[in-house]
């Protein structure tokens, strides 16, 4: 069964509001990027890093790594 969203993933339960309402505003902040930087997002991964606090002891915090592949430019007038 296809992800209703478009993303080829199996869910194992029911996306809440929450989650939905997360997913749109993620595509509305990656479609920004795309009309921004004339570019196509071609990849997203959700990372877990060591950071450390202000205390300098280690904490996990999340980081997004987004990959944008730039399209080419078309001349339509030839």
Excluded: Y
Aim: proline share 5%; hydrophobic share 30%; no cysteine.
């Amino acid at each position: 069964m296809a992800n209703p969203h478009g993303l080829n993933i199996r869910n194992r339960q029911r996306d809440t509001p929450e989650v939905d309402e997360a997913e749109r505003k993620v595509g509305a902040v990656l479609g920004d990027l795309e009309d921004s930087t004339d570019g196509e997002v071609k990849d997203v991964e959700l990372e877990e890093v060591v950071d450390t606090d202000a205390q300098g002891h280690p904490v996990v915090k999340k980081a997004v790594d987004i990959q944008v592949e730039h399209r080419p430019k078309k001349d339509w007038a030839r």
